[in-house]
């Protein structure tokens, strides 16, 4: 049973505009998300953060949306650049004595056109 | 500061043999992480080591992989015997003590025939 969906297994954006990435989860105990990106023939790597006491974190052009009463979360990148074009993840994990156990989504590949 | 560093990068064997896989994690990471990845999917752990002691290995096919992460750095993932739907990436991550942050490896990609 997954318990992290990315339900869009790509998305082509222009240059400039936004990337809206979206993950479902079906856990009600998740109560930490991290976005990662892949690039090919490399690990992913770390982007960005949110705890469920909190609906919005940014970092630059990134910013992650929360909204725990749909279980959803979303990542949006604002402008979007070639060079964001790879495979983004999402996961999530219940905290607890294991805070650092992810489950993750199947991933997004997304497309940034010049 | 070096990254995760994993090897083989790539590795094909015929279905029951045997394949084992090395990682070195960040200096001074305490937990470390095996993933399996199979192609459209998200990477699943199968086991997650703290200091040298397993934390989780619910994921694990005990059956037929094993792993060992000896003084507390490197680790070792082996697959005995290998079976068609072992064919995946093989990832290693590790993460600094209370960090929810993990640093992957590029993975070895096995493919079984």
């Known amino acids: 049973d997954q318990q992290v969906k990315q339900n869009s297994p790509s998305l082509s954006v222009q240059e400039g505009r936004i990337s809206i990435l979206n993950c479902d989860y079906t856990n009600s105990m998740f109560d930490y998300f991290l976005w990662y990106k892949k690039y090919p023939a490399e690990g992913p790597t770390f982007l960005i953060s949110i705890s469920s006491i909190k609906d919005k974190n940014e970092d630059g052009r990134f910013t992650v949306f929360l909204n725990k009463s749909a279980k959803h979360l979303s990542l949006h990148i604002v402008p979007s650049q070639p060079g964001d074009s790879a495979v983004y993840f999402c996961?999530?994990?219940?905290?607890?004595?294991?805070?650092?156990?992810?489950?993750f989504g199947s991933g997004t590949k997304l497309n940034v056109k010049p | 500061e070096a990254g995760v560093a994993q090897s083989p990068r790539y590795k094909i064997i015929e279905k029951r043999q045997s394949v084992a896989f090395w990682c070195n994690p960040i200096s001074g990471h305490a937990t470390l992480y095996w993933y399996q990845q199979i192609l459209g999917q998200g990477p699943k752990l199968l086991i997650q080591f703290q200091n040298n002691g397993v934390v989780d290995d619910s994921q694990l096919p005990k059956d037929r992989f094993s792993a060992e992460r000896l003084k507390g750095v490197d680790s070792t993932l082996k697959i005995q015997p290998a079976k068609l739907e072992d064919s995946a990436v093989y990832l290693c991550?590790?993460?600094?003590?209370?960090?929810?942050?993990?640093?992957f490896g590029p993975g070895t990609r096995l493919t079984v025939t």
């Open positions: 991550a590790s993460s600094f003590d209370g960090s929810y942050e993990q640093y």
């Open positions: 996961a999530a994990s219940a905290g607890g004595w294991n805070f650092n156990k992810f489950y």
